[in-house]
């Protein structure tokens, strides 16, 4: 089975500094791996994924991740974060052979303070 | 284009009592996912279907719980004689056959057992 371990509940930040977001897996097969965002009272958007290649993968509003499979880590990072990005991000991983279903981590609640 | 759709946005019920939750994915998508959000359990699989394939329920909690998709496209979640710990948003996916690793989320209907 896999799971998913977001080290981190709530991560305050002021406004243009730079944010880790840390998420660990684990998983005896192969996995894909996301990051998700949620705004207040919204559904989940998409913000990046992990296939396979490059383990560098650039997504939406200027967040990026790397994937480190000796680590089994998949963090998320931001250079400058605004005011905006202020939500929960969830780490996910899915597996092609179990129907692509997500698993996902509790969630870190990003805030962004001015 | 549009996105998944899903009514009714919020449901109050009273303990007991039988609900159903639907949800509309994006035209031509051919899975489509079930998942809850809840405060103790976090986010959590229920079910899935892709095409005409038989769904995968592994996730539902219980035999109270059950899904239709219609047609290959709507898909109804009914809860029976709903207890407070059904309490959550009750999220929908779908996910295209090109692209099938990227989900795309409705935003949720939120489910109150008084």
């Known amino acids: 089975a896999q799971s998913v371990t977001q080290l981190d509940s709530q991560v305050p930040v002021f406004e243009e500094a730079p944010v880790e977001l840390r998420c660990n897996y684990s998983?005896?097969?192969?996995?894909?791996l996301f990051w998700y965002v949620q705004y207040p009272n919204q559904g989940l958007q998409l913000l990046l994924k992990y296939l396979s290649g490059s383990t560098l993968v650039k997504g939406i509003n200027g967040f990026e991740a790397e994937f480190n499979k000796s680590q089994t880590s998949f963090h998320l990072r931001k250079p400058s974060v605004h005011i905006s990005d202020t939500a929960e991000y969830f780490c996910a991983v899915s597996v092609w052979e179990y129907g692509n279903k997500l698993v996902f981590g509790a969630g870190t609640i990003l805030r962004v303070k001015s | 284009g549009a996105g998944v759709s899903q009514s009714p946005s919020n449901k109050v019920t009273e303990k007991g009592k039988d609900v159903e939750l639907r949800c509309d994915p994006i035209s031509g998508h051919t899975a489509l996912y079930w998942y809850r959000q809840s405060l103790g359990q976090g986010l959590e699989f229920l079910i899935y279907?892709?095409?005409?394939?038989?769904?995968?329920k592994s996730g539902l909690p219980s035999d109270r719980f059950s899904a239709e998709r219609t047609g290959g496209s709507v898909s109804t979640l009914t809860i029976q004689r709903t207890q407070q710990e059904d309490s959550a948003v009750y999220l929908c996916?779908?996910?295209?056959?090109?692209?099938?690793?990227?989900?795309?989320f409705g935003p949720g209907t939120r489910l109150t057992v008084t």
């Open positions: 279907f892709q095409g005409n394939s038989a769904p995968d």
């Open positions: 996916a779908s996910s295209p056959r090109q692209g099938w690793y990227e989900q795309y």
């Open positions: 998983s005896s097969v192969s996995v894909y």
